[in-house]
């Protein structure tokens, strides 16, 4: 059957709440006379009735009672559902564009102090390997992997990207150190880069290991989290998993490492800055970088 009018369902969910025509119509704004002719064609609609009228009181019957509850309920959902969707509408809304490897490793175990930094701001973070255009993508900021040279754009220097070996302390059995030729008899972990094993293994004159050997993942989350189960040695982007480091559940055993040209850069259009909010976005990534250990 066709829902009753929302008109006559809000008079009845007043009033059976009240108990009171009156009191009902009060809070609709409306007369007395328009609330009790809404319940009227209610329950004619429905075929049943849902109060008893009695001199100065109005009792529920036992089908009002049921129907009662059930409207109650989704008055509330529909009355919270507003509330959030005009809250959020308040909002001012940033989107920050980076890797799923950057955002996950990087990005999120710090958003409790993003969301302190920026209170009343809603930072969405859209994490993809695409490519994204700022403008038309609504992205306020992206944090790009590349050289810094971006048209049209403004790029800044945020974190270094030295490659490193790491692995789970478990898998050395205590030892602290290896040598490069030591890896020839450990499995490397590849992310989707696979050529950087081998490009490393080249810098660091390591003729003896096979650099194509190994597991290869779809990312660097799946290398790192592989090298921290034991499963065998990553070479992932130093910013990374620095975290980890500090905390021991990595650990970083051929002292040798090779710089990288490449970085990641904080990228956004020249106007950006203009918005308070991306403006603070920016000094709290700049901030959270020097932190942990970019190169000025």
């Avoid at 975290?243 to 021991?248: C, S």
């Amino acid at each position: 059957m066709n829902l009753p009018p929302l008109v006559a369902l809000r008079a009845f969910e007043a009033t059976a709440r009240h108990l009171s025509v009156t009191l009902a119509a009060g809070e609709l704004n409306v007369t007395p006379g328009a609330v009790s002719l809404q319940i009227k064609e209610l329950e004619a609609a429905l075929g049943l009735p849902l109060f008893v009228r009695r001199p100065r009181r109005l009792i529920l019957t036992e089908p009002g009672e049921q129907y009662f509850a059930s409207l109650r309920t989704a008055f509330r959902l529909m009355r919270e559902a507003t509330a959030e969707l005009v809250g959020r509408a308040r909002l001012e809304v940033l989107v920050i564009s980076c890797t799923p490897s950057f955002a996950m490793q990087w990005l999120v175990p710090r958003l409790g102090g993003l969301e302190a930094r920026l209170p009343g701001v809603d930072v969405r973070i859209s994490a993809s390997n695409r490519k994204v255009d700022l403008a038309r993508d609504g992205v306020d900021m992206a944090v790009r992997h590349g050289f810094g040279r971006y048209d049209g754009l403004v790029g800044e220097r945020l974190l270094d990207d030295d490659l490193t070996p790491v692995c789970s302390p478990q898998l050395l059995g205590g030892a602290r150190r290896l040598g490069v030729d030591d890896l020839a008899g450990l499995r490397l972990l590849h992310d989707e880069h696979r050529q950087d094993w081998q490009l490393w293994l080249e810098a660091a004159g390591a003729s003896a290991v096979d650099g194509r050997q190994g597991t290869v993942f779809v990312d660097s989350n799946g290398a790192i989290e592989a090298a921290k189960a034991g499963l065998g040695v990553a070479l992932v982007r130093l910013s990374l998993v620095r975290r980890e480091l500090a905390e021991g559940v990595l650990l970083a055993p051929i002292a040798q490492g090779v710089a990288s040209d490449l970085a990641y850069y904080l990228v956004y259009p020249p106007a950006a800055l203009e918005r308070p909010p991306v403006a603070a976005l920016r000094e709290w990534l700049l901030s959270e970088a020097g932190r942990s250990g970019a190169r000025e």
